[in-house]
């Protein structure tokens, strides 16, 4: 019930090319959404949250779409570029419960020109 | 403003042998956290705390102790160092969102 699925596990995308990567979790009660960013040898940083009021959240190139009735997630990243090559993790969690943001294993997104 | 910072970036111990990682925020955040990450396993939660003087177990607190005797500093005590304790170490404040430090790369040997 925990659980929060990622896939895939890499992705190699051409520079320009569409980027995307999906989560999938089982608890309905969950109401935020981020994706988190991270370069090797530093730690994960906020890129872009959802809440589930709404389907679609755009940041630049950065989209969040969300799909509250099939519990699924997804980050699309337009015009990739080689500077975005890094590791991209998905997690769920719930406002009133502040222990609970659940973790996607992880994408290693590496973009080439 | 330095955010969340981590000390040591590597170290290696030998089995049994004891340490303490460090962490200190200087954004006045109550929420502190620790993570351990392992290759294709994402990041497991294993202790956090919301606020000086209160801490809980998450998902993975077994061989693992922390403290919060002030809002900056939230230390992390490996008491009898094993193998399966060798990962890299995220300490993060705040919640929405939560920062992180860089890491703490533990080998243990």
């Known amino acids: 019930q925990q659980q929060v699925k990622q896939s895939p596990q890499s992705l190699i995308v051409q520079k320009g090319g569409i980027s995307i990567i999906n989560c999938a979790y089982e608890?309905?009660?969950?109401?935020?959404f981020p994706w988190y960013q991270q370069f090797p040898g530093k730690g994960p940083a906020l890129l872009i949250a959802?809440?589930?009021?709404?389907s679609e959240k755009k940041e630049g190139r950065f989209t969040i779409s969300f799909n509250k009735s099939a519990k699924q997630f997804s980050l699309h990243i337009m015009d990739s570029q080689p500077g975005d090559s890094a590791t991209y993790f998905c997690?769920?969690?719930?406002?009133?419960?502040?222990?609970?943001?659940?973790f996607g294993t992880g994408t290693r997104l590496q973009v080439f020109p | 403003n330095a955010g969340v910072t981590q000390t040591p970036k590597f170290r290696i111990l030998k089995i049994g042998q004891s340490m303490t990682l460090q962490c200190t925020q200087d954004?006045?955040?109550?929420?502190m956290y620790w993570y351990r990450q392992d290759p294709g396993m994402g990041l497991k939660l294993i202790y956090y705390?919301?606020?000086?003087?209160?801490?809980d177990k998450g998902e993975v607190p077994n061989g693992y102790n922390v403290s919060r005797s002030t809002t900056e500093d939230f230390p992390l005590r490996l008491e009898l160092a094993a193998p399966s304790q060798t990962s890299v170490y995220f300490c993060a404040s705040a919640w929405e969102p939560q920062h992180f430090g860089d890491g703490t790369r533990l080998s243990i040997l």
């Open positions: 705390s919301v606020g000086a003087g209160i801490t």
């Open positions: 997690a769920a969690g719930l406002s009133y419960n502040t222990d609970k943001l659940i």
């Open positions: 608890n309905t009660a969950f109401d935020y």
């Open positions: 954004m006045n955040h109550n929420y």
């Open positions: 959802i809440r589930p009021d709404v």
